[in-house]
């Protein structure tokens, strides 16, 4: 665990004087909500459902994980070019020592956006006086959306670990788009039919729908009456939070053992 943990400190140090991270991982998420919130303020439709924020606040930060994706790769594809893994290979160091020397990390730059995400909640909820959440459903919210964020840091390690330094970021960024389509984050997915029903089976929209049960955001769609339906956990957010959980064991799964065959192969 020793030698685990003083790669970890490593790599944060690397993550930390790279500029991008502060960029993306900071400077995206405000950018997109305040992208959103000026949408909205203008649109000729007075009240846009999606764009308000305890709608759109889960669902940045389920998008703003996939960065996290992109920056895992690019740290091992880094490493991977300047044959710094290659050397670490001759240490008495295990394939969980790199896991978690590489997680780690990005787990902590993932808690520090959704801190980000929430303070954002709150200071647009007070400007348009629709308020926002309790702090103690932040820190549910918070909770709710760890396992996406595992999961994202987990596949950006394991495109990083499959693919070289120059197809791994590109490959990332495909699944950085699919988590803005598929996972509702500003598309009303519940008025398109059989393509929800798609989303509901990749774990981008699972985790979005689950933030939203958490911040009652309202559907976009009313009932029959007109009146506003709420997001609400039932059987359909216990089915959500089983697939989420699958899809986090077999990627986890996956990870140790594309880990452990590079370390074969290398050493």
């Known amino acids: ?7 970890t400190k490593r790599n944060l140090k690397e993550m930390l004087r790279d500029p991008l991270i502060y960029i993306f991982c900071a400077g ?32 940045i930060m389920v998008f703003s994980y996939s960065i996290l994706m992109l920056m895992s790769s690019l740290l091992i594809s880094k490493d991977k070019t300047s044959a710094f893994l290659k050397r670490l290979y001759t240490s008495p160091m295990k394939s ?35 308020g926002f959440i309790p702090f103690y459903k932040s820190l549910l919210l918070i909770i709710e959306m760890l396992p996406i964020m595992t999961l994202n840091i987990l596949v950006g390690m394991i495109l990083a670990t499959l693919l070289n330094d120059k197809s791994a970021p590109g490959v990332t960024s495909i699944f950085i788009s699919l988590s803005g389509i598929l996972g509702g984050a500003w598309m009303p997915l519940e008025t398109m039919g059989n393509f929800e029903v798609v989303c509901e089976a990749i774990p981008f929209y699972p985790s979005v ?37 699958i899809y986090l064991i077999v990627i986890g799964l996956l990870t140790i053992l594309f880990f452990n065959k590079r370390l074969k192969n290398d050493c």
Do not use: W
């Open 209 to 245: 729908y689950l933030g939203r049960c958490i911040t009652k955001a309202p559907h976009i769609i009313p009932d029959e009456l007109g009146n506003e339906v709420l997001y609400s956990f039932s059987d359909r957010g216990l089915l959500f939070l089983i697939i989420t959980f």
């Open 96 to 130: 969980k020592d790199y896991v978690i020397g590489y997680f780690i990390p990005f787990f902590i730059i993932g808690i520090i956006q959704s801190i980000i995400c929430i303070i954002l909640g709150y200071i647009f909820g007070a400007v348009s006086n629709s």
């Open 28 to 59: 995206f998420p405000i950018a997109m909500v305040l992208l959103f919130q000026i949408i909205s303020h203008y649109s000729q439709d007075s009240k846009m459902v999606m764009f308000e924020v305890k709608s759109l606040i889960p669902g």
């Open 1 to 7: 665990m020793k030698k685990a943990l003083l790669f």
